[in-house]
C-alpha cells in the first residue's frame, strides 16, 4: 500500500499568518492531486502536480511536487478564515483511477 | 464544472434496519464510480468502485453483502448499507469519473450522504 502522510495533523492560526502542510511518502508517484475538504462537504480538487519539481500556484496557494516524486507541499500566504478546512493529498492508482487519500491536515484560521 | 449528487443528505436509521443513498452524475455520464467512507476526523477510505453493468470491485475489508453497490445506469450508483449498526454510522462520499479531458482523468465528488445509526 502507497501511504501518504501529512504533518502536521492539525493546525491552527491566525488571520494573517503562513503556513506549510506536508504530504509524504516512501514511494514515487506519477502524479499527486491536493484537495480540500469543508465540514460536511465533498473534496473539491485544487490542484494536480505531475512533474519532479513542479510549482504551481492557485492564487495564495503553491503547491509543490518533490524533485523525486515522493513528496509535496501546499503553503498558504496571508491565511484567511475561508481557508478553513481538510486538506487532502491523494493520488491515483490502477486503470479505473483510484484514489487514495493521505491522513489530512485540518487547518483552521481565525480571525 | 462537472456536478455530483447525493441523497439523502442526512439520514437516521434504527440499527438493524436498511439504507439506500443514491449518486447521480447531473451533466455527464459516469461509467465508473467510487464510493468512500469518512469517520470523524478522519481522511477518506475508498470502500468499492462501482461500475456500470457489472459488479462493484471492493476494496480488502469491506464486507460486500453488508454494502450492496448497484450501478446501474450511467448516472446512477446506489449504495445500500444492509442490517446497520451504530459502528456504520459515518460520512457517506461517492465521486464519479469524469470523461477524460485534456490534462488527465478526474473525479468529481458528492457532497456527502451523514448515516446515523441509533
Known amino acids: 500500500t502507497q501511504l501518504l502522510e501529512q504533518s502536521p495533523q492539525f493546525l491552527s492560526i491566525q488571520e494573517g499568518e503562513n503556513l506549510t502542510v506536508y504530504c509524504n511518502s516512501s514511494?514515487?508517484?506519477?502524479?499527486l492531486q491536493w484537495y480540500r475538504q469543508e465540514p460536511g462537504e465533498g473534496p473539491v480538487l485544487l490542484v494536480t502536480v505531475v512533474t519532479g519539481g513542479e510549482v504551481k500556484k492557485l492564487k495564495r496557494l503553491t503547491f509543490q511536487f518533490g524533485d523525486a516524486r515522493k513528496d509535496s507541499s501546499l503553503h498558504i500566504t496571508a491565511a484567511q478564515p475561508g481557508d478553513t478546512g481538510l486538506y487532502l493529498c491523494?493520488?491515483?492508482?490502477?486503470?479505473?483511477?483510484?484514489?487514495?487519500f493521505g491522513t489530512g491536515t485540518r487547518l483552521q484560521v481565525t480571525l | 464544472g462537472a456536478v455530483v449528487s447525493q441523497h439523502p443528505s442526512r439520514v437516521i436509521c434504527k440499527s438493524g434496519t436498511s439504507v439506500k443513498i443514491e449518486c447521480r452524475s447531473l451533466d455527464f455520464q459516469a461509467t465508473t464510480m467510487f464510493w468512500y467512507r469518512q469517520f470523524p476526523k478522519q481522511s477518506l477510505m475508498l470502500m468499492a468502485t462501482s461500475n456500470e453493468g457489472s459488479k462493484a470491485t471492493y476494496e480488502q475489508g469491506v464486507e460486500k453483502d453488508k454494502f450492496l453497490i448497484n450501478h446501474a445506469s450511467l448516472t446512477l450508483s446506489t449504495l445500500t448499507v444492509t442490517s446497520a449498526h451504530p459502528e456504520d454510522s459515518s460520512f457517506y462520499i461517492c465521486?464519479?469519473?469524469?470523461?477524460?479531458?485534456?490534462?488527465?482523468?478526474?473525479?468529481?465528488f458528492g457532497p456527502g450522504t451523514r448515516l446515523t445509526v441509533t
Open positions: 514511494s514515487v508517484f506519477s502524479s
Open positions: 491523494a493520488h491515483r492508482t490502477g486503470t479505473a483511477s483510484k484514489l487514495t
Open positions: 465521486s464519479a469519473r469524469a470523461p477524460p479531458l485534456a490534462g488527465g482523468v478526474e473525479q468529481y
